[in-house]
């Protein structure tokens, strides 16, 4: 069974670059076989799509974040990342690591069976 | 983008009725890849329908969903107390939206 477990530091200051670290169990984060996500969601608000990772480097990314945002893969330490430069006060939200259903092989752009627990990230001066 | 618009945003019944949430897509959603999750306060979503009527693993048979196109609903048959949470729709045809959420609460 796959589980996600996300990791970070929950406190930035504006103009400062988010870094999340998301541990895979259960599966090889450099397998062909798996696609990886990152999606947000503001306290009180909705779920916003970040991008995504599949077939080990290509990359696809919301286009309101696309110049600030970098997904990538570690898999030394069978983790994904996630990097957000120049956040501000608007990036404060609840970051889920994310997973399609293992059978999934159709397209960079998946609904999520598997979810990481979230970690805050809170962007204040 | 392809903005997907739930309603009603809230859904107030009781335990053991109907529920029947809505969700339209600004434009229709190729091979009917839209997708349905249940949030309950505190924890991260989970993945209820996918394909917009095919059932997630382990997920009870008091959910479904039926729609293509623009137009996509998700029913749950009879209401159990741990159903009461906020419901979002997703598309995944092209770069994934979700809908801002219907939330089910206790009448």
């Known amino acids: 069974q796959l589980q996600l477990q996300e990791s970070g530091p929950g406190l930035l200051k504006p103009s400062e670059t988010l870094s999340l670290t998301c541990t895979v169990s259960g599966g090889s984060i450099s397998s062909s076989a798996y696609y990886w996500g990152w999606i947000r969601q503001p306290p009180g608000k909705g779920l916003e799509w970040i991008g995504s990772?599949?077939?080990?480097?290509?990359?696809y990314y919301n286009p309101s974040l696309d110049s600030r945002v970098t997904i990538s893969v570690d898999p030394s330490k069978n983790q994904l990342s996630l990097k957000l430069t120049s956040v501000t006060a608007a990036d404060t939200a609840v970051y889920y690591c994310?997973?399609?259903?293992?059978?999934?092989?159709?397209?960079?752009?998946?609904?999520?069976?598997?979810w990481g627990q979230g970690t805050l990230v809170i962007v204040s001066s | 983008e392809n903005v997907l618009t739930q309603s009603p945003g809230t859904l107030f019944l009781s335990p053991g009725e109907r529920a029947t949430l809505s969700c339209r897509a600004s434009?229709?959603?190729?091979?009917?890849?839209l997708a349905w999750y249940q949030q309950i306060p505190g924890q991260a979503p989970r993945l209820l329908i996918y394909?917009?009527?095919s059932r997630a693993t382990g997920i009870p048979d008091r959910f479904s969903g039926s729609g293509s196109g623009t137009d996509f609903t998700l029913t749950i048959s009879r209401l159990e107390p741990e159903d009461f949470a906020v419901y979002y729709c997703?598309?995944?045809?092209?770069?994934?939206?979700f809908g801002q959420g219907t939330k089910v609460e206790i009448k």
């Open positions: 990772m599949y077939q080990r480097g290509t990359t």
């Open positions: 994310v997973s399609p259903p293992q059978d999934w092989h159709s397209s960079g752009y998946f609904h999520m069976a598997h």
């Open positions: 997703q598309q995944y045809a092209t770069p994934p939206t």
């Open positions: 434009q229709s959603v190729r091979s009917s890849w």
């Open positions: 394909a917009a009527s």
